[in-house]
């Protein structure tokens, strides 16, 4: 006899886990769709770390954990930027709470599964391609204010100037080439894109 497994149900609630709560949104983000995102982000920043430098990250692995980034906000919401870093006491105890939820969601997959799927849900933090997806974490959330900003939204005016030096610090030349080659197209309308 099975038991009910509910992982799957647990990540088809990312749909409803709003991102940017404490900002006035033109268009609402929520985490499922912030991820696909990511994933996007994540293979990008890979192909051209390997492609264009010479790298040699597992691309396999950083989608994956791009995918996952936000499995624990299915339990404990997503907690606004400032607040999350408002103290490393703060911030200390809410990774606890975040890895008790990922352990406690991935406690829903059957045990044949568990073990394929985990290392995912809890990223190596030590590992280029979990520095890559953070990256790309931080670009979609970038790529967020452009579209708010271009809405005319200025209450994004100032996350896109932080977001974007945080970009500079983090000195990844994928990154950096991801800037100079496909960042420019996100100011274009549909026709724009299409008459080039």
Request: with cysteine; hydrophobic share 40%; aromatic share 12%.
């Given at each position: 006899?099975?038991?009910?497994?509910?992982?799957?149900?647990?990540?088809?609630?990312?749909?409803?886990?709003?991102?940017?709560?404490?900002?006035?949104?033109?268009?609402?983000?929520?985490?499922?769709?912030?991820?696909?995102?990511?994933?996007?982000?994540?293979?990008?920043?890979?192909?051209?770390?390997?492609?264009?430098?010479?790298?040699?990250?597992?691309?396999?692995?950083?989608?994956?954990?791009?995918?996952?980034?936000?499995?624990?906000?299915?339990?404990?919401?997503?907690?606004?930027?400032?607040?999350?870093?408002?103290?490393?006491?703060?911030?200390?105890?809410?990774?606890?709470?975040?890895?008790?939820?990922?352990?406690k969601i991935a406690g829903t997959l059957p045990e044949e599964?568990?073990?394929?799927?985990?290392?995912?849900?809890?990223?190596?933090?030590?590992?280029?391609?979990?520095?890559?997806?953070?990256?790309?974490?931080?670009?979609?959330?970038?790529?967020?204010?452009?579209?708010?900003?271009?809405?005319?939204?200025?209450?994004?005016?100032?996350?896109?100037?932080?977001?974007?030096?945080?970009?500079?610090?983090?000195?990844?030349?994928?990154?950096?080439?991801?800037?100079?080659?496909?960042?420019?197209?996100?100011?274009?309308?549909?026709?724009?894109?299409?008459?080039?």
């Amino acid at each position: 006899m099975w038991t009910m497994d509910k992982f799957y149900a647990y990540m088809d609630r990312m749909k409803f886990i709003k991102r940017w709560q404490l900002m006035r949104s033109v268009r609402e983000e929520n985490i499922m769709e912030h991820s696909h995102s990511v994933a996007i982000l994540t293979h990008a920043l890979c192909v051209i770390e390997n492609k264009v430098f010479g790298g040699s990250v597992d691309v396999n692995k950083a989608v994956f954990y791009a995918l996952y980034h936000e499995v624990s906000e299915v339990m404990t919401g997503d907690l606004p930027t400032p607040v999350k870093y408002f103290n490393n006491s703060i911030h200390g105890e809410y990774e606890k709470l975040e890895t008790l939820a990922v352990q406690k969601i991935a406690g829903t997959l059957p045990e044949e599964m568990r073990e394929e799927i985990y290392p995912y849900l809890e990223a190596d933090k030590t590992s280029r391609e979990y520095r890559l997806t953070k990256a790309a974490d931080r670009l979609s959330a970038y790529i967020k204010c452009l579209e708010e900003l271009r809405s005319g939204n200025n209450e994004f005016v100032r996350a896109k100037k932080e977001i974007e030096e945080s970009l500079v610090d983090l000195h990844i030349p994928a990154v950096d080439y991801f800037f100079e080659r496909f960042i420019p197209a996100f100011d274009l309308t549909l026709d724009e894109l299409e008459g080039l």
